[in-house]
């Protein structure tokens, strides 16, 4: 029995060595794609005992965002007839039409994110249980299924990519939003016409509009900067200068000294005056600085300082009311008694009116010559509307002689006593502003500039934003040249710290912080950079015609050949009435267009007119410089239509309604892109390019413009009656059966004055 017994067992031992090999070979493909996973990444994010975790690691199933493993795992008996490279086409070709799907309906930028997605996205619940052979099942572009995997995204990184983030540097131009709209540049100046703009794609966007734009098509406009040195791209807060403080407690304001400026022709002693007034404080012994330094200097008189600014001509003027910084409370006209109101003169005359608050006096010089007439100066000024007080008017004239130093005292007499009527006040604790006088690189200091300070007090150590330029203060010079500790309101100090040269009449501000000034620093240097490659566009006739909104009010500076044809043109242009449109001719004189002129015209966003008179060469370069039209006639009646049409492009047009078809909702699809209503157009025509509504027994339930149109899997550019189309609203989503999409255009009709 004992034999039997073993030599049973002997022949039965070789098909149990045999039934173990083969239980260890059909187990094998199971563990080797085990191992072959990293085990900081099975740490991570697939837990032990998760049905992800067992399903790949008995199955065979390898997640989307793992490459192959080289050792195939064990194939069921009906895929057995299937090789590896057929399993590898099928999901090459799964994965190719995915792609397609995602560039057909995605920009480019949006397109990088959702690849990205894909790669990362986690396979379905029921992945582990279907045969590794066959091609996983074709899911909608952009899904994301439930799951922890590897390399998968946060539930923050999945809401952003949702939202559809843009990044995009600014200026937004027509022609790129739209690119990355994934839209044609037609489509977004037709929903540009709807905000009043008339663009073209070359044309820059306000990033509000822009950002109302993406929105309206599902998208989220974000700004987009360069890292310096890293070559990646940084999403950041935009920074933007501060507003000017509202100072609510009377308390905080405390009177300051006068900030003067002299104005007139070259030749009526403008300079001389002011060297009277110098001249006249230091042999009266007064102590304070009256020294000129750099631009600026103050007079001490009766314990009351006044700040004078230096001036030459008007051009520095000029510059500072075309920024808008406005430094000068009072504007004293110099006015020889001998010729009397030049044209110059009567430039800064418009020059000292059109800047806000300031009060004009008038210095009538030269009053010892035996040809000076005092009594045809005031009827010149009273020409002007700068009737003299004791004509009845307001405005102050002194008559004075800079070389006889007659009539000083009472100048300054009467410049301290407007200051006293005005009541110039200011905050000494509120964040400090000024503005830029004169700017300039010194040997061994680098760039500085004079600046009077307007409000608050400024400190050395500040941190500073002044034009395109950031820094911290690192001296302060009075206008002595002595270095001072702090300045405030009125007072003029020399800065130390730019990392750049400023321009007269830029504003100067203080910071939070030196980061928060070199970051503005660096957007407002690279839209700079960015606006050069564009002339900036100012009014000019043509594009006054077909522009809507902003001033009912039409400047335009007027230059003619002779006193008889401007006299003419005055009146003409002064006949053509309207109540809806003002024509204001800011400037008018005989002779040809010169440089002032430009300036001008750029500080007041006029048109330079000219008839029967040539351009100077300065002013050609000017006017390219600074984006000013010049429009030149020789025939009267083509100049005063020309100022009709354009006076009219002033008003905002009318938008009227065309309807162009409307289309039926026959059915309502869930796509990875959003809803999609599957429409039948009744009548008409569907234009992607125009707007549409989606009525509900006969009520408006959405208005906006069409974001998608396709015919079977094409987009199309309309769709006309009969056919079937698929139709996507803006990032509306509640189409129902039954609704009625109507497609409408907005035609613009210019007004009549």
């Keep these: 029995m004992a034999t039997k017994t073993s030599s049973k067992t002997a022949s039965r031992k070789p098909a149990t060595h045999a039934a173990e090999r083969k239980t260890t070979a059909a187990h094998k493909p199971s ?18 005992g998760s049905a992800a975790a067992t399903g790949a690691g008995k199955s065979g199933v390898i997640p989307p965002q793992e490459s192959e493993p080289r050792s195939a795992p064990a194939r069921t008996h009906e895929a057995e007839s299937i090789s590896l490279i057929d399993r590898k086409k099928s999901r090459k070709k799964t994965e190719d039409a995915e792609s397609k799907t995602r560039r057909d309906v995605l920009p480019p930028i949006s397109r990088i994110r959702a690849s990205l997605e894909a790669t990362a996205a986690p396979p379905k619940p029921g992945a582990s249980e279907a045969p590794p052979a066959q091609a996983p099942p074709t899911e909608a572009p952009g899904t994301v299924t439930a799951g922890p995997v590897v390399g998968a995204p946060s539930d923050e990184a999945a809401e952003a990519g949702s939202q559809k983030i843009i990044l995009i540097k600014p200026p937004i131009i027509v022609k790129q939003l739209a690119s990355e709209l994934g839209l044609k540049p037609h489509q977004i100046i037709a929903e540009l016409m709807t905000y009043n703009i008339f663009a073209n794609v070359n044309q820059t966007v306000e990033p509000e509009i822009a950002s109302k734009i993406a929105e309206t098509h599902g998208f989220i406009l974000e700004k987009e900067r360069r890292e310096k040195g890293a070559g990646v791209h940084k999403v950041e807060q935009v920074v933007v200068a501060p507003p000017p403080p509202v100072i609510e407690k009377e308390e905080e304001l405390k009177p300051r000294g006068p900030i003067i400026t002299f104005m007139g022709h070259v030749d009526h002693g403008k300079t001389t005056l002011m060297d009277a007034i110098r001249k006249t404080r230091v042999a009266a012994g007064e102590a304070g600085g009256i020294t000129q330094h750099i631009g600026a200097y103050t007079v001490n008189h009766n314990g009351a300082t006044v700040t004078f600014i230096d001036t030459p001509g008007h051009a520095a003027f000029t510059a500072m009311r075309a920024r808008g910084a406005n430094v000068t409370d009072i504007v004293v006209l110099v006015v020889a008694a001998d010729d009397g109101i030049m044209p110059q003169t009567i430039e800064a005359i418009n020059h000292a009116k059109a800047a806000p608050h300031v009060k004009i006096m008038v210095a009538i010089n030269k009053i010892d010559l035996p040809s000076a007439n005092i009594d045809r100066v005031k009827k010149q000024l009273q020409e002007h509307e700068l009737t003299p007080e004791d004509w009845g008017g307001e405005t102050i004239v002194c008559s004075v002689s800079a070389t006889k130093g007659a009539g000083i005292d009472h100048l300054l007499e009467m410049m301290t006593l407007q200051a006293e009527v005005m009541e110039l006040k200011a905050s000494p604790t509120a964040r400090p502003r000024g503005t830029v006088i004169e700017a300039q690189v010194e040997a061994g200091r680098g760039p500085t500039a004079t600046v009077i300070v307007q409000m608050g007090t400024l400190k050395v150590g500040d941190p500073f934003i002044c034009g395109d330029y950031s820094g911290k203060v690192k001296s302060l010079l009075d206008d002595r040249g002595q270095p001072v500790k702090e300045a405030g309101p009125s007072t003029p100090v020399k800065v130390l710290g730019f990392t750049g040269l400023p321009n007269a009449g830029d504003e ?6 030196e980061r928060a000034a070199k970051q503005l620093s660096d957007e407002r240097l690279e839209a700079k950079r960015a606006s050069k490659l564009f002339v900036p566009q100012r009014a000019t006739l043509e594009t006054l015609l077909e522009t809507a909104g902003g001033q009912k009010v039409l400047r335009i500076v007027l230059k003619c050949d002779t006193q008889g044809s401007l006299e003419a043109l ?41 008839f029967n008179i040539k351009v100077e060469s300065m002013a050609v370069s000017a006017a390219k410089r600074e984006g ?6 020789s025939i009267i009646y083509e100049l005063l239509d020309q100022i009709k049409d354009a006076m009219a492009g002033l008003l905002e047009p009318e938008l009227r309604e065309t309807v162009i078809g409307h289309a039926e909702v026959k059915q309502v699809f869930q796509l990875s892109r959003g809803i999609v209503a599957g429409c039948l157009v009744t009548n008409g025509r569907i234009a992607r390019a125009a707007r549409a509504r989606v009525l509900r027994k006969r009520q408006p339930v959405y208005d906006g413009g069409i974001s998608t149109l396709r015919r079977f899997q094409d987009d199309v550019k309309e769709v006309r009656s009969g056919l079937e189309c698929g139709i996507k609203l803006g990032d509306f989503s509640e189409y129902q059966v039954g609704d009625v999409i109507e497609c409408y255009q907005l035609e613009q009709f210019a007004q009549k004055l």
């Design 508 to 513: 100067f501000l203080v910071m939070e912080s």
């Design 31 to 48: 563990a080797a794609p085990k191992s072959k996973i990293p085990k900081k990444e099975v740490k991570s994010d697939i837990p032990r």
């Design 628 to 633: 000013v039209q010049i429009k030149l006639y």
């Design 570 to 610: 005055i009146g003409a242009l002064k006949q053509i009435e309207s109540k809806k449109i003002n024509l204001e001719i800011i400037h008018s004189a005989v002779g040809p267009i010169s440089e002032s002129d430009i300036l001008l015209a750029s500080a007041s966003d006029a048109v330079v007119v000219g």
